[in-house]
């Protein structure tokens, strides 16, 4: 049997290369550090990480990603184990010494006797003869391979830049201020959620906008270009007051039904997930920090209690349109004999890009059958095979919005209980 290809080194590759060994097969893990570095690397030890040291929280009841935590131990990961073992003080957050971590699993990875290292650059995509492949290379794609994957994949199919608009819980508009409602009546004639706002609304709005505290560019991101298609929000309202009441935020065509009248702007929100679970608000990519986009979309007339699910950024980074190009087993339509892993297909952060290492290496290794769609796992593998909305598909961290809905009426404040009592009974039996 041919060794699994595993290209790139970091948490959804290491994660990858280990469940496929313990599963019985050798691996090849292929990794260009220290021959070749990144603009973000400063070592060539497996799951380096260049920002924040912070798995995010670590609660299985109540959080998502904590429940994702509690799903890839249950399944043996390495990720896991290392960043239990190497854990600081975070509160209910799981936060690790990044150095002992990576330390730990550079040498869990080197000692593993199905496991091998070559270190070289992997400038195109592997042919057929190599057999299983998994390109787990991450935001920070080499440019040679990003070409490679470019001619397999086509133009329109993979990203060098996010422009993320937030993404709000249905669940949690206030539908008494809002309604539905297509430009001019278009389309299905209800395809937008429409928050109204009225002149003085919307000005106060805009200066928030403008002032509200904004985060930077890290250095490998400050060549990259703004796009006059994916402008920041705050970067539009400062080239003029009126400017976003004639972009996204125009009102024409639109009549508010609690009022009969148009209003001043009005911001649209559309649906983002096929469960129709999600909606992100339309035009609204930006560089705030989270708290300031917090307190300033509050103040949106329906968004008072708004459930932010992803939070909106613009940064530089390499993910292919995994709905459209992917099978929901990770495989590459164009070439089935390739899977992707990790922030590649459009999942955002390290435990998410594990979680798919996880998941690939195990279907590499012959596991076949997908986790279940109301587990983290099968959730947030979901939304990256098909469950996104591929036309307007962005990076996204596993959140509760990506699960099938509760059966019946759940109180909000049992909700998350009751999805993590489920996702936990449904896995029991995938593992």
Same mark, same amino acid.
């Given at each position: 049997m041919k060794p699994i290809h595993i290209i790139g080194a970091g948490l959804a590759g290491s994660e990858a290369a280990w469940q496929a060994a313990e599963l019985g097969c050798n691996v090849i893990i292929h990794e260009m550090r220290p021959v070749k570095k990144t603009e973000a690397h400063h070592t060539d030890k497996c799951a380096e990480l260049v920002c924040s040291n912070s798995f995010r929280s670590d609660d299985a009841v109540n959080n998502a990603v904590g429940l994702l935590h509690d799903e890839m131990r249950r399944c043996?990961?390495?990720?896991? &184990?290392?960043?239990?073992? /190497?854990?600081?003080?975070?509160?209910?957050? *799981?936060?690790?010494? &990044?150095?002992? #971590?990576? =330390?730990?699993?550079?040498?869990? *990875? =080197?000692? /593993? !006797? *199905?496991?091998? #290292?070559?270190?070289?650059? @992997?400038?195109?995509? !592997?042919?057929?003869? #190599?057999?299983?492949? @998994?390109?787990?290379t991450g935001p920070l794609t080499s440019q040679s391979l990003s070409d490679s994957i470019l001619k397999i994949t086509g133009e329109a199919y993979l990203s060098f830049f996010d422009a993320i608009a937030p993404i709000v819980l249905k669940d949690s508009i206030d539908m008494n201020i809002a309604w539905f409602q297509s430009r001019y009546d278009k389309g299905e004639g209800a395809d937008y959620i429409n928050c109204p706002m009225s002149k003085e609304q919307y000005y106060g709005f805009i200066d928030a906008l403008i002032g509200g505290e904004k985060t930077e560019f890290k250095e490998w991101e400050k060549t990259t270009p703004y796009f006059e298609g994916c402008l920041p929000i705050e970067i539009m309202a400062g080239r003029g007051k009126e400017t976003l009441a004639f972009g996204p935020m125009k009102p024409v065509g639109l009549t508010n039904p609690h009022t009969g009248k148009q209003e001043y702007a009005v911001v649209q929100l559309r649906q983002d997930n096929k469960l129709g679970t999600l909606y992100n608000m339309v035009g609204f990519q930006t560089k705030l920090k989270y708290g300031a986009q917090e307190k300033i979309f509050r103040t949106i007339p329906g968004l008072e209690n708004a459930e932010f699910m992803r939070l909106g950024g613009l940064h530089r980074n390499t993910f292919i349109n995994s709905p459209k190009l992917l099978t929901p087993d990770l495989h590459l339509l164009a070439a089935p004999h390739i899977r992707f892993a990790g922030q590649i297909t459009g999942v955002e952060g390290y435990v998410e890009s594990a979680a798919i290492g996880l998941l690939a290496g195990r279907f590499a290794a012959g596991k076949t059958t997908a986790p279940p769609a109301t587990t983290a796992l099968g959730a947030i593998l979901g939304h990256i095979t098909g469950g996104a909305e591929s036309k307007h598909f962005q990076p996204m961290n596993v959140n509760f919005g990506l699960f099938p809905p509760l059966e019946g009426k759940i109180r909000k404040d049992i909700r998350a209980e009751r999805m993590t009592t489920r996702a936990k009974e449904a896995l029991s039996g995938w593992v």
């Open positions: 043996g990961s390495l990720i896991m &184990r290392e960043a239990d073992k /190497h854990k600081v003080p975070a509160g209910s957050a *799981l936060a690790v010494d &990044r150095e002992g #971590f990576s =330390q730990g699993v550079s040498e869990a *990875l =080197q000692a /593993h !006797p *199905l496991i091998t #290292f070559s270190r070289e650059e @992997i400038t195109e995509l !592997p042919p057929a003869e #190599f057999g299983e492949v @998994i390109i787990a």
